[in-house]
């Protein structure tokens, strides 16, 4: 079965560097979106994309993140100048449709970032 | 915002008992979805929920979406070992984006 792949699965990095988590969505997905999980907290929205465009993002999704579909396979974020605060698993996901189809999301395995 | 609470927060219990988690709102969602999230992967979906009162089963999972689209529950029937994990719910508002908003979760353990 197709599956969303996310690299690298652990990431270390320091307080005020530059990181990009990258992902590849399953090939005929249209739809693409990250969503973080600090450690013991729920799973939160971050940035949705389609037709290589934001579509929707949350507040925690401010200038210092920037997704991109550089190519036709790979889906990457960006976080500018990370803080200690961005140390969560990051989940990128896809789906099919849009929510107005309730065309089910399928998350990657995540990338674990550690800002220290 | 929307505002998801899984009860309960954590749950042991023996293999061969039932159980049902809860997933509560005071918003209504177009959807809600079930998942499950084992340790270092991420959440794989069980079932989609989109009628109000619609029951879903998926083997020993039966899962319901409340008559007013605000809560759903998922009830293991006869639960085994290989059910233990993460459980969480997650809706869609009714501007049908895809922006899922997840419950807390519930953590189930099932003794062997």
């Known amino acids: 079965e197709p599956e969303v792949t996310q690299t690298p699965s652990h990431q270390v990095t320091q307080m005020g560097q530059e990181v990009i988590l990258r992902c590849v969505p399953i090939?005929?997905?249209?739809?693409f979106y990250w969503y973080r999980q600090i450690l013991g907290q729920k799973v939160e929205f971050l940035v949705s994309?389609?037709?290589?465009?934001?579509?929707?993002k949350s507040e925690i999704f401010d200038d210092q993140f920037s997704v991109e579909r550089p190519d036709g396979s790979n889906f990457t974020l960006k976080i500018r100048s990370t803080k200690l605060e961005d140390s969560a698993m990051y989940f990128c996901?896809?789906?099919?449709?849009?929510?107005?189809?309730?065309?089910?999301?399928?998350f990657g395995n995540g990338t674990r970032l550690t800002v220290t | 915002t929307q505002l998801l609470e899984q009860s309960p927060q954590f749950l042991s219990i023996q293999e061969g008992e039932n159980l049902t988690v809860y997933c509560n709102s005071s918003?209504?969602?177009?959807?809600l979805q079930w998942y499950r999230q084992e340790p270092g992967e991420g959440p794989v979906l069980l079932v989609t929920?989109?009628?109000?009162?619609e029951v879903k089963k998926l083997k020993r999972l039966t899962f319901q979406f409340g008559d007013a689209r605000k809560d759903s529950s998922l009830h293991i029937t006869a639960a085994q070992p290989g059910d233990t994990g993460l459980y969480l719910c997650?809706?869609?508002?009714?501007?049908?984006?895809?922006?899922?908003?997840f419950g807390t979760g519930t953590r189930l353990t099932v003794i062997p």
């Open positions: 918003s209504v969602f177009s959807s």
């Open positions: 929920v989109v009628t109000g009162g």
């Open positions: 997650a809706g869609s508002d009714q501007t049908g984006a895809n922006n899922l908003f």
């Open positions: 994309f389609y037709n290589n465009e934001i579509s929707e």
């Open positions: 996901a896809s789906s099919e449709d849009s929510g107005f189809n309730n065309s089910p999301l399928h």
């Open positions: 090939s005929n997905h249209l739809y």
